[in-house]
């Protein structure tokens, strides 16, 4: 049975029991005793909740003017004593959910026709911990009960109400003047505070405004840790598409390429992402991360950065966790649709270049003619040799698809639709359902300017001899559906997610190759398509009255990326019709890099991934003398289980052209020119199988105004079984000495501990209740990937080079962190931060000669931090025009020292001359970020925002930062990001049903660049022996080398949505 069947029979077994439970309260069979000569409501009612398990929801002050005579029940069922005070007072009883009894004032037989508008929220403690159970009272008798994730929901006729919050050991909390208006809902979020060893009920009032404030502070300040975020309304402001483009404004966060995040410092191997708590594998063959930019800004709920560690969170964690949560279950009927367009300055209307295309990349799948000998769906390099050589002598091995097409770029668009259903409650809790679809296409050229692959130039052309463009046609595609139960006890969540996409970069142009020719064509066709496919099943339970609570997760996601018949040419051209530029005629091929010839390549990693985690929760009380402690107690076991295989095929493409005629690409490789293709025999294949178990203690204790979060993770993963990349070493160090002459690796596969234990404190001191000072501490681990525990050998056009994975071993992170933050406003904070990480063997990807790339350990590295955020509203001005203004930003600085090493294991222990030893050679300290991060980022943003017209302005600057570390770090790669301008002017239409958005993309026209300084007026940072200064890493034109350098010109986009 497939794992999806699965999920969905366990969804509705798991159902099966609250569906069931659907019943009148006429059936309900508990035995009460009345007897009474004269009396009231209030008094049955109250006499009825004082024997029987259910909780009654009413009005005591109404039920009390409601008489009833004589009364006399003997061992009654509930139910009949129910029926009886229906028919003898003026009220309206019905059974709410599986426990609760609502007595609500008036005879009303559809009340529910009446009802215009909702009161929703959640209700936490002071921990932001959701309260389940807790009993909603409208004046006038109309109730609720708040459901297992602190949920509730009040279908109110327009007015004024006063609500009372209450729960045992919790003070109950009064708010007046909520004030609910047609087909409107008024949100409420309230913390209620624990009584303690009160015996006495206290009841707190307040009005509408200061209470609806303090939920929000509680939601904000009352997280364990240190946490930034960006809620779906804020992405809605901005031109971001995707994830990866939403990140960026995130404090302390910047983004590579728009895909990968960078995390206070620390690049996108050192930061997890998780996926609706499940956390994702890595989207990229030879880098561990996570390409963010596959999920659609328009199926998310929020964003959350969490950066400090708590023990029920995974100990894989460096810089921090970006949680991304998608919609879940819908609090009302909805149907939004959006279609929008966008023009971009540099592409739209203009020639546009790719290799041919069949109309299937419009839905994200690669053309038929990128095939690998007639499919796709290949899973091992050795079928992949045996088919190879059964084609031979049977023509071609492969299609010639090296030609070029040209077609005018037409404007690229989008289309989004989400639906969401409640269902009819019938008394037991509630039913939703979500759907969601996305679309976009994509064409976007960019100028480009290169030294890679041997095209250097001289001073005068900074040093980068090509010029060309680079023409992106991306498609991507996804869809969402979801289902979810929840009420007073329990709450069960099914929900699927699929995102596939396509990215064809082709970057063509001439230039001066430095080894070749003065007239150089060459194109790099890079292809890649990503399915992304998960599903979830979770739930959550309240169990008993002692506040105990399960969580349990079990989810699969299957990722699976391939790079189908990738192009790397160039040679000798010659340039025939000056009115088609693009048009080149070549005659012979010069070596791409890894191969002679023409390079094609084929790849594919494809990964299967189980996942599951189950805790439970369990708060409890007691006091030292007179004060106080308020305390939770966690503890939870999780895991996950993965397979992984990839492949890459490298092939060569050579000619025989004898006569040097010069002819189109298309025409050159074809076997009438000799056209032979070479595969390479040995090369990558890997299929490993891993897991990881967990099981943790978190204690969460509150003293007054002080909280500590604290505990201890123990994780088990046995690394060294699954390192291929160990084996390939044992391989060549033995290879020729024959069995019983065989080296003895144990200090090797024995370096990595199977068992780890994790520790980590949050410290919270609440100075008012909108303000908070935090101290944290935690160990962490980040272990290198499958894939970097393999031989894996692959050209990389963005790293200019060849990529080789080699033996590492696990970095260990300290963290110490400090901050201070307070929250003046609803949505406002101003925080200050400090952090610092001492790293130990922290893993870089490190340019090496002939343009080799090499994941390493370093010895140590060391990053000091500092962040600051504003976020500020002027309302509190009065003023018509300044009071809808709201100015927000964030600035953080980084102070980093990295100390390499060079790593050996050639090494022999002297008195054990057949025992391995590492060798470290540690190398000078160096003062500069690791690979990725910078040592200044800024964020800042000016929204002005009323019913019909709002207007957002973003921006975003990051200072130049380590691209590539080099062994001479004088050599090393650095790019200067793209500084962004980027504005929304949105319209409000047809009574807020509608909007009208339109989004303008890099305002200043930026452009990006990475370079390499040089440093030929001072040869002693040539010669290592002095460092240079922060200022003189930055770009200087005219004097550095420019190693790529792409203007992707201003976008234009205009987006129309309705919500029906």
């Known amino acids: 049975m497939s794992f999806k069947l699965l999920s969905l029979f366990l969804l509705m077994m798991g159902s099966s029991p609250f569906l069931l ?45 409601c008489t009833l005579s004589a009364v006399k029940f003997d061992g009654a069922p509930l139910g009949k004593v ?72 009040l279908q109110l006729e327009p007015g004024k109400y006063t609500l009372t919050f209450s729960y045992i050991s919790f003070d109950s909390r009064k708010v007046t003047d909520v004030e609910v208006t047609s087909k409107e809902i008024t949100p409420l979020n309230i913390v209620l505070k624990s009584s303690g060893s009160r015996l006495k009920e206290v009841t707190v009032t307040g009005n509408y405004r200061k209470s609806s404030i303090e939920g929000l502070y509680a939601l904000q300040k009352n997280n364990a840790g240190i946490t930034d975020g960006i809620s779906s309304d804020l992405i809605a402001r901005t031109p971001d598409k995707n994830v990866g483009e939403v990140l960026k404004r995130v404090s302390g966060l910047s983004t590579l390429d728009n895909k990968y995040v960078v995390v206070r410092g620390l690049s996108e191997r050192y930061n997890q992402a998780s996926l609706n708590g499940q956390l994702m594998p890595s989207t990229e063959l030879n880098r561990k991360n996570f390409s963010f930019d596959i999920i659609p800004s328009n199926v998310i709920e929020n964003i959350t950065v969490i950066k400090t560690l708590t023990p029920d969170r995974s100990a894989e964690f460096g810089g921090g966790l970006v949680e991304v949560n998608t919609v879940d279950i819908p609090s009302e009927n909805f149907l939004n649709i959006s279609v929008g367009g966008s023009y ?12 041919p295309l069949e109309g299937k990349e419009y839905w994200a799948k690669a053309s038929d003619h990128r095939k690998l000998l007639g499919k796709f769906d290949w899973k091992d390099r ?41 269902l009819p409650e019938h008394g037991k809790g509630q039913f939703g359902v979500i759907l969601a679809a996305n679309y976009r296409n994509t064409l976007a050229t960019q100028d480009v300017v290169m030294s890679r692959a041997g095209f250097e130039g001289d001073k005068s052309m900074d040093y980068a001899a090509f010029r060309g463009q680079r023409y992106g046609f991306t498609t991507n595609l996804g869809g969402m559906a979801g289902i979810g139960f929840r009420n007073e006890r329990n709450r069960i969540g099914f929900q699927s997610i699929y995102q596939r996409s396509l990215d064809q970069q082709l970057v063509s142009g001439i230039g001066q190759s430095a080894a070749y020719s003065a007239h150089t064509y060459a194109y790099f066709d890079m292809t890649g398509v990503t399915g992304l496919w998960q599903n979830q099943l979770k739930g959550e339970h309240s169990i008993g009255h002692n506040g105990l609570k399960v969580k349990w997760l079990g989810s699969y996601t299957q990722l699976d990326r391939q790079r189908p018949d990738n192009h790397f040419f160039a040679g000798n051209y010659l340039d025939t019709d000056n ?117 943790y203690g978190m204690l969460d204790n509150k003293i007054g105004d002080f909280r500590l979060v604290w505990g201890v993770r123990g994780e088990y993963y046995n690394l060294n079984n699954v390192n291929a990349a160990l084996d390939v070493l044992d391989q060549d160090l033995n290879r020729g000495r024959g069995e019983d002459n065989k080296l003895d690796l144990s200090g090797l596969r024995n370096r990595e501990p199977n068992f780890r234990l994790f520790p980590s404190a949050n410290l919270t001191y609440s100075l008012t209740p909108s303000m908070n000072l935090r101290l944290a501490y935690a160990e962490s681990i980040i272990r290198p990937d499958l894939r970097e525990m393999s031989g894996l050998r692959e050209y990389d056009f963005e790293l200019g080079g060849t990529y080789y994975s080699t033996y590492v071993t696990s970095t260990t992170i300290r963290h110490y962190d400090f901050r201070y933050e307070w929250y003046p406003g609803p949505g406002e904070i101003v925080s200050f931060s400090l952090f610092y990480k001492k790293m130990k063997n922290p893993m870089e990807i490190f340019k090496e000669a002939n343009n080799e790339f090499r994941l390493r350990n ?85 929204a002005y925002d009323t019913k019909p017209v709002s207007f957002n302005l973003v921006y975003n600057y990051v200072t130049n930062r380590m691209y590539r570390a080099n062994e001479i770090y004088a050599l090393s790669l650095f790019e200067r990001p793209l500084e962004s301008l980027d504005a929304q002017l949105a319209f409000h239409l047809l009574k807020g049903k509608g909007e009208l958005r339109l989004n303008v993309s890099n305002l200043l026209n930026s452009f990006s660049l990475v370079y390499i300084n040089r440093f030929d007026d001072d040869p002693q940072i040539l010669a290592g022996s002095k460092m240079p200064t922060t200022k003189r890493l930055l770009y200087h034109a005219g004097n550095d080398a420019i190693d790529y350098k792409a203007s992707p010109g201003r976008t234009f986009s205009l987006t129309a949505s309705y919500k029906f």
């Not at 609500?104 to 215009?116: D, F, L, P, T």
């Not at 390549?601 to 369990?618: F, G």
């Open 344 to 355: 971009n300055d540099k592409t739209t209307g203009k020639t546009f270049l790719s290799l």
């Open 21 to 65: 439970q659907a019943q009148s309260y006429i059936s309900l069979t508990e035995k009460v005793q009345l007897q009474s000569v004269r009396t009231n409501a209030a008094a049955v009612v109250k006499s009825l909740q004082d024997q029987t398990s259910y909780t009654f929801i009413y009005d005591p002050e109404y039920l009390t003017q």
């Open 82 to 153: 129910l029926q009886y005070l229906d028919q003898h007072a003026p009220v309206d009883i019905e059974l709410t959910n599986n426990r609760t009894i609502a007595v609500r004032k008036g005879k009303a037989e559809k009340a529910a026709v009446k009802v215009s508008g909702r009161v929703t929220g959640r209700i936490v403690d002071s921990k932001n911990e959701p309260l389940p159970g807790v009993t909603i009272v409208v004046e006038g008798g109309q109730g609720a009960v708040s459901n297992v994730d602190g949920s509730y929901e």
């Open 382 to 422: 050795a079928d992949i040799i045996s088919a190879f050589d059964a084609s031979i002598g049977k023509g071609e091995h492969f299609n010639n698809n090296y030609g070029i097409t040209s077609f005018n770029a037409q404007p690229s668009t989008n289309y989004q639709v989400s639906l969401g259903r409640v």
């Open 579 to 695: 009115n088609y530029p693009n048009n080149y005629n070549v005659d012979y091929l010069f070596p791409i890099n890894v191969t002679a010839g023409a390079l094609r390549t084929w790849s594919r990693a494809r990964e299967n991934n189980y996942s599951w985690d189950l805790s439970a929760t369990q708060p409890f009380k007691f006091n030292i003398g007179a004060l106080p402690l308020d305390n939770t107690f966690k503890l939870g076991y999780g895991g996950w289980s993965k397979n992984r295989f990839f492949y890459v095929i490298n092939t060569a493409n050579t000619i025989q052209n004898p006569g040097q005629n010069y002819l189109p690409v298309s025409s050159l490789m074809t076997p009438a020119n000799g056209l032979e293709t070479k595969l390479e025999r040995f090369g990558d294949n890997y299929n490993r199988s891993a897991s990881l178990h967990a099981v």
């Open 858 to 942: 370093s010895k140590e590295a060391k990053n000091y931090g500092l962040e600051i955020e504003l976020r500020k509203s002027f309302q509190f001005t009065g003023v018509p025009v300044l009071r809808n203004i709201t100015l927000s930003g964030n600035f953080t600085y980084l102070d980093s020292r990295v100390t390499p090493m060079i790593v050996r294991f050639d090494g022999t222990d002297p008195d054990n001359p057949r025992k391995v030893v590492i060798t470290e050679n540690v190398l000078p300290e160096e003062k500069r970020p690791q690979a990725g991060a910078s040592n200044y980022m800024v964020n800042a943003g000016l």
